[in-house]
């Protein structure tokens, strides 16, 4: 079983950057898929970028594609989400999750543990 704890959420001006951290207890970090999903009021949670075990593989929704930086520090167990260019829409709560069934996934189902969530807020 795996406990993560996200950090770096805030209010940030449109064009800003955060950084979130997403840090990950046990021993076996290196065995779960990681990644980011956001639920922003009245809409349905969606997954925001991906990274493998190895952290070889990501993926990135359109929206972010070229913006947002998923990446993971194996000696810290913690996986990171830098985001920069932030727009109003990227408001939202952000959850860190992890799976140990696939290499990695995009789809909430198959994710397993989750973070409590930190609240990112873009001002225009």
């Known amino acids: 079983q795996v406990q993560l704890v996200e950090s770096g959420g805030g209010l940030v001006q449109a064009g800003g950057s955060l950084r979130l951290s997403c840090a990950a207890s046990?021993?076996?970090?290196?065995?779960?898929?990681m990644a980011w999903f956001r639920q922003a009021p009245g809409k349905e949670r969606e997954v925001v970028a991906a990274i493998s075990r190895s952290g070889g593989n990501t993926y990135y929704v359109d929206s972010v594609k070229g913006r947002f930086t998923i990446s993971r520090e194996y000696a810290k167990n913690t996986v990171y989400l830098q985001m920069n260019s932030l727009k109003p829409d990227d408001t939202a709560v952000y959850y860190c999750?992890?799976?140990?069934?696939?290499?990695?996934?995009?789809?909430?189902?198959?994710?397993?543990?989750w973070g409590q969530g930190t609240q990112v807020t873009v001002s225009s």
């Open positions: 999750a992890a799976t140990i069934l696939s290499p990695i996934a995009t789809s909430d189902s198959r994710y397993d543990y």
């Open positions: 046990g021993r076996t970090f290196g065995s779960y898929a």
